[in-house]
């Protein structure tokens, strides 16, 4: 019971390593509102939940969506204590086929829509000294071929987290990032599609080459993320994970 009297906001929520996470702090105690861009499945998750669950819809891009989702969670549960940002979309492609579109569509979502989401969070916790943030990153900042525009994003989240641990620090707020390696869901399993491979395939393939013989699950992640929003971890801050499965 980590979390027993702690609020949550989880973004991008209603599956993959979102979800994982909002199901591991409510399991553990906290009210979690769960965010995504579909409110139907947010609510699968949130419905689930032992403890108290709020299920929002929200495009993390918007503004006044962010505001708005913010104000309600802290309505519904009086205040908020964590924040983590896992919306995200793939667009990949090489870099002369790249679409503008494709160019803002992801860097929107990333990182326009984590900064969104800290700025609302922020102004809660900076009032009552206490918050935790966590961003997801990924290897993929390190530089991957056909995705000009998600290892920009993702790299440029390494560096907000860093920012903002400097900025926030004085208000008893950490801000650190996960960087996953290959994680199992629906998204690595749509780009297997979308490139004509066979998942199982893949996820034998990345396996051989990851050390611990094994690609990620969501709870894998969701469990280095819930260590960044423990009090366990209250003397780390500005801080990058690669939870990858190997150095």
Known sequence: MRFENRVALVTGAARGIGAATARLF???????????????QARQVSDGFAYSGLAIGCDVSKRSEVDAAVARTVERFGTLDILVCCAGILRDNLLHRMSEEDWDAVIDTHLKGTFLCIQAAQRVMVEKRYGKVVLLSSTSALGNRGQTNYTTAKAGLQGMARTLAI???????????????????????????????????????RAEAIPLRRVAQPEDIASCIAFFCSDESSFVTGQTLYARGGP
């Open 167 to 205: 900025e926030l620090g004085p208000f008893n707020i950490n801000v650190n990032a996960i960087a996953p390696g290959f994680v199992e869901t629906a998204m690595t399993r749509a780009t297997a599609e979308r490139i004509g491979m066979d998942f199982e395939e893949m996820k034998r393939t």
């Open 26 to 40: 409510a399991a553990e105690g906290a009210r979690v509102a769960v965010l995504d861009l579909d409110e139907s």
